[in-house]
């Protein structure tokens, strides 16, 4: 044993501006996994408030709340949550077409040639059954059914109010250390040597310094652009929706395990069942439809008496060029914003703070470290939007202008390899760390209406009673779980059924 003390470090000082989804967020899992090694402080505005959106999950959070130790059914029951097992896409291929975009596997791959190849050789040899029937998931949403298998066998995320979750993590954060602090910040304050954020100051004149800085303030990215001007990728020539709004509305029926996105001739609608209510907006562009005529739209489209005003955004679709610049990291719709066409909002927060845990400097900030947190995060950004805008240029749609412009405007090449290599072959291949494997952009580009010419050539070695017993055995399995399984409505409220709100 030495008998040398290791000379004391510093706690390093974390101050996060804003307090919505990813402010508690990431003041909950810093608290949580840096214990002592760390202080965290953060500032919000109740009178400025949050975004109040943000309803629709993707199953990852599962993994964030169980590092975080969060007890599922407590979690459930203080968000007012559902289980949600896919999305339901209706007029996307064509006005009166309906897809299913669900969590999960579809059938079972060979290790040459996923489960799409022996689908569709059976489709040559005349199995008429849909791609869809091979989905648990999928088969399960269709029939209102829910309920946690065994080896986490169905794949599965949540339908959540997002304020009452910030609200949980806000609880979670204070109880293990973290100093809130209400008061509106008034200037952002820059080390005159280094450039790095100093302090922010509050109207009140309060300083609050840092070593670490996460901007967490929602559209305004008062620190990573108002103050250190980073600049922003626009990407609305490929996904030109720029407008929302957002209202909620009374249950009418149980709440159904999948969310709903409903295209309309300039955009699309939201419909998203929680335990206590349903989160209902409309996302559109503004050079097509006015906002009136938008929240004419969907009032119209939908049920149940409205408890809300409308809540009206705009937004402009990109990123921000650098994530982390200097001492601050950008965090949630500060860092850049996609429409939440497949919920990847919260799930980049989540990404954004665990990249940030593993690439924690244990001195001062290294370059690289910067340099990778922002590949690596503008990776993952650029790989959603890619998908996202599958579903406007994918599509048989040209009965209005924003359909017309949707269907010939240029995408990256990134998405038009994908396209091509599965139209021409029925292969899909996911790169590194991408959030949506293979069997999710199938899903959607069948559902588009895409349909591959050829495919691999292993599924015809099959003799036909061979490819009958195997496709008929997964379906059958399937249909066997499905049949078994609970109503979603009476399964929530026997396992987190939360108080009326
Ligand atoms: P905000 O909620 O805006 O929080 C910003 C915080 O900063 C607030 O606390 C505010 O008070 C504070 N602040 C700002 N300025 C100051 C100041 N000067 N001084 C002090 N404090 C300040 N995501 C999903 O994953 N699924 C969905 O279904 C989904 N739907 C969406 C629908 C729409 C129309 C939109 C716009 C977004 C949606 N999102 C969705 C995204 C989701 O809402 C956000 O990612 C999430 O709520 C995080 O927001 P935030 O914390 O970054 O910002």
């Known amino acids: ?71 599922e059914a407590e979690f459930m029951a203080a968000t007012q949550a559902t289980f949600k097992l896919g999305i339901q896409f209706d007029g996307w291929k064509g006005p009166n077409d309906s897809y299913f975009h669900a969590f999960g596997l579809t059938g079972k791959d060979h290790w040459a040639a996923g489960f799409q190849h022996f689908w569709l050789e059976g489709r040559a040899r005349g199995h008429d059954r849909s791609y869809d029937d091979y989905c648990l998931e999928l088969m399960a949403a269709r029939e209102g059914k829910f309920a946690h298998l065994p080896d986490d066998r169905m794949s599965y995320a949540y339908q959540l109010d997002s304020t009452l979750y910030g609200r949980f993590l806000r609880k979670m954060a204070e109880g293990d250390g973290a100093t809130r602090i209400e008061g509106r910040i008034a200037r952002v304050e820059l080390d005159g040597e280094s450039g790095d954020i100093a302090a922010l100051v509050l109207d009140d004149g309060q300083r609050v310094a840092g070593d670490l800085f996460l901007d967490c303030t929602g559209f305004r990215a008062l620190l990573i652009e108002q103050a250190l001007h980073v600049g922003y990728d626009d990407w609305t020539h490929w996904l030109p929706c720029d407008a929302a709004i957002a209202v909620q509305t009374e249950s009418v029926r149980p709440p159904v395990p999948y969310t709903r996105a409903m295209a309309h001739d300039a955009g699309w609608q939201w419909r998203i069942p929680l335990q206590h ?72 927060i989540q990404r954004a703070i665990l990249r940030l845990i593993r690439l924690l400097p244990p001195g001062p900030i290294s370059a690289h470290d910067i340099a990778e ?26 009965d209005s202008a924003f359909w017309r412009q949707c269907a010939a405007m240029d995408i990256p090449d990134s998405l038009a390899q994908k396209i091509g290599l599965f139209r021409e072959t029925g292969r899909v291949f996911r790169r590194n760390d991408e959030l949506f494997a293979e069997n999710s952009w199938i899903q959607v580009m069948l559902g588009q209406g895409l349909t591959p010419l050829t495919h ?27 049949r078994g399984l609970p109503q979603h409505a009476a399964y929530v409220s026997r396992y987190c059924g939360a108080a009326p709100a």
């Open 1 to 71: 044993m030495s008998d040398v003390t290791p000379p004391r470090i510093a706690p390093r000082r974390i101050v996060v501006a804003g307090g919505g989804t990813a402010g508690w967020m990431a003041a909950a899992a810093l608290t949580r996994t840096l214990g002592r090694t760390a202080t965290v402080t953060l500032v919000e505005s109740d009178a400025i408030g949050t975004v109040g959106v943000g309803e629709s999950t993707i199953p990852p959070l599962i993994t964030f709340n169980r590092l975080l130790g969060i007890n």
């Open 277 to 348: 209510r349903v989160g209902n907006g409309i996302v559109y562009c503004s050079r097509y439809l006015t906002q009136d005529a938008a929240l004419d739209r969907l009032l119209g489209n939908v049920e149940g008496a409205v408890l809300t005003e409308p809540n009206r955004l705009r937004f402009v679709t990109g990123a921000r060029r650098k994530q982390w610049h200097r001492n601050c990291i950008a965090i949630g719709l500060a860092g850049g914003f996609m429409e939440p066409l497949e919920s990847t909002s919260i799930h980049l």
């Open 373 to 398: 947190f922002n590949d690596q995060q503008l990776t993952d950004m650029e790989q959603i939007r890619d998908f996202l805008i599958l579903h406007y240029k994918v599509t048989e749609r040209r």
């Open 456 to 482: 691999h050539p292993i599924a015809a070695k099959l003799p036909d009673d061979e490819l009958a017993r195997f496709l008929d055995g997964l379906r059958q399995g399937v249909e066997a779980t499905v």
